[in-house]
């Protein structure tokens, strides 16, 4: 027969696990990642007693944690994704709206610039004009330079938010081993329960590790995760965690990567993480405040280069040649920390024009010679050598020398320290050289309306025209419809030019040959046979302005790469970041709603509902006290037997 007061015992039992599991719910109802516990309750096994099957009462099998991977995976890789455009939109809008405001972009100070040339040209002989134009140079110089520091600092910032996030991935990866290790020895008790808190905790671990960088997890038949990061690396496995390293590329390049220990190496992995604040702080550094200073650098290099070149072709107040303006930079070139070999690499910039803001890998296989472009990552130049290797490639000379050893290889950043190093030399308004170098003169006795102009003037290796020869002049021959070019006694090559008023008397434009091949000038007009049109020294030209006026006007040229000018240059720069910036921002706002979503699944099924937990509480605290009435009536009906037996 059986017994009632061991079915009242046992819903006794089974009901105060219930009610302390709903008491438990209820306390952590307000922690972060607990997922709600329920009791599974099962009927004990019946007995025979002749009639029939007789219930024995009820028990607790299990104590389940409400939870569903497929959903917390989600909900974790959305924790990924927010991290990362998150942080990424915050960062780039710092340089986004550096660039972008006028206060402290460049564009102002660019056309402050060039303005203050046009005003020495309006007025060569002003001394204020003058000093307006070395101003304006300093104050470009001074911005370039403030830009550069600026964003050098959010690239820095970014280098040491790395390493403290690599530092939280470290401590949080022994966590994960610990927690690994009690969940072990819980499943090894001969129980089969499940550590339910323990296995809260590690979720927990797993979401802040989410939050950093994107992992992926391999459950174990033990209720332990290995955890891998990147292209499959291991950061956990079992109860062993995996150290990472922040450290110096070995390139030299300056950037900080991350390192994993394998056995007793270090091994780049930077390339291959991706997801979480690590991977915001890598691309901000790719994509962000790498192309903006080497896109400052080559802006810089091109003002510096076609506004020097222009300045030394010119003369100065005094009748000088001119002198520099602004100071240029050579390419870096960086030796990999690991070459053996003695081999040396220079870069030259000789093509401003098509110059790129990349930098530039050179590798040696033992066998070939490679040249690759970093920001697309193609390969530009394959050679078998011997060296030295000589090779021009976007602009920039590339030398070089024997002795390389297999696997060695080299860094070259073409422009990255230009916007650093930019200035302005000039401090002396006399030596700002506005006039050129030469003037056209006509003959009294000319008859036509020719004109000759000088449009530009590249090489003054011949200036002045004194000491090599004297005057250039230009005879017209209407016999031949042709111009005679002389210059005392020295020979030019190709000297006489074809021109004919009828159909070219609009302008025609020609180069000079060796050795005047350097000015490049134009004829307009009618000329009469035997006019001379004559190029000579510009002696005593202090009111002349035919230099400043090739400076002013570079502005408006289109002079670099990608059909830019200096202004669209630099706009393609702000309107690059802006456009990264914004696309972030619109990715964040979705991947915000993205994990709204992902945390309600996951809370609508491992939340705590206070509401539920309270009704439940109810429900449980009367079947408790039925149970502890059945004890009572069980209890009495035992003592009505002991008197009727008495």
Known sequence: MPDISRIGTSALTAYQTALATVSHNIANSSVEGFSRQNVELATR?????????????????????????????????????????????????????????????????IQNFFNAAQGVADDPTSTPARQVFINEGEALAFRFNSLERTV????????????????????????????????????????????????????????????????????????????????????????????????????????????????????????????????????????????????????????????????????????????????????????????????????TISDIANLTTSDYTVDFDGTNYTITRSDDNSVVLTSPGPAPINATIDGIDFTISAGAATGDSFLIQPVRDSARAFSFLLTDPARIAAASPLRTDTTLSNLGEARLAIDSITDVSQFPLSANGGAIEFTYSSATNEFVVTAGDVSILGATFAYDPVTEGNGKQFTLGVPFDGITFSVSGTPVDGDTLTINDNVNGVGDNGNILAIAGLQERVTLRGNNTFQSAFGTIVSDVGSRTRQASITRDSQEVLLQQTQAARDSISGVNLDEEAANLIRLQQAFQAAAQVISLSDEIFQTILQTLN
């Open 152 to 347: 050098s600092s959010y690239a820095q910032g970014a280098d040491s938010e790395l390493t403290e996030s690599i530092n939280i991935i470290n401590r949080l990866a022994v966590g994960l081993s610990d927690i690994n290790d009690l969940i072990e020895d819980s499943s090894q008790n001969g129980t089969g329960a499940s550590p339910n808190d323990l296995l809260d905790e590690r979720d927990r671990l797993l979401v802040q590790l989410s939050e950093l960088i994107d992992v992926q997890t391999v459950p174990l038949s033990d209720n332990t995760v290995s955890v891998f990061i990147g292209n499959g690396q291991p950061l956990v496995v079992g109860d062993t965690p995996t150290p990472l390293t922040v450290a110096n590329n070995a390139s030299g390049g300056g950037s900080q990567d991350v390192f994993i220990t394998q056995g007793n190496n270090l091994v780049n992995i930077t390339t291959f993480l991706s997801g979480g604040k690590v991977g915001a702080l890598l691309d901000f550094r790719e994509r962000v405040t790498d192309p903006v200073l080497s896109g400052l650098g080559r802006l810089a290099t091109g003002i510096a280069t076609l506004v020097n070149e222009q300045h030394t072709q010119g003369l100065d107040f005094e009748g000088n040649p001119g002198a520099n303006v602004f100071n240029t930079v050579a390419p870096n070139v960086v030796d990999d920390q690991g070459n053996t070999g003695t081999a040396t690499v220079t870069a």
């Open 45 to 109: 096994e019946a007995q025979f007693v002749g009639v029939g099957f007789i219930g024995s009462g009820v028990q607790s099998t299990a104590v389940n944690r409400s939870f569903d991977q497929f959903t917390f995976d989600q909900f974790r890789e959305s924790v990924s994704s927010f991290s990362q455009f998150d942080t990424f939109s915050t960062l780039a809008a710092q340089v986004d709206n550096l660039l972008a405001d006028p206060q402290t972009g460049l564009s102002p100070s």
